[in-house]
């Protein structure tokens, strides 16, 4: 069973988003980038892992 997350982050860049929350997960211990979704437009958000 997976132990849910005690807070979850958004961040929303104008370019650059991706690698600063690499950066911000790396500060701090036991963190992890999951799910990045990336918004082209006004279309749906696809999504990666």
């Known amino acids: 069973m997976v132990t849910p997350a005690k807070n979850t982050v958004c961040l ?15 500060t701090f211990p036991d963190s992890s980038v999951g799910e990045v979704g990336l918004a082209p437009g006004c279309g749906p958000m696809p999504r990666r892992q």
């Open 12 to 26: 929303w860049y104008d370019g650059g988003a991706e690698e600063a929350a690499r950066f911000y997960a790396q």
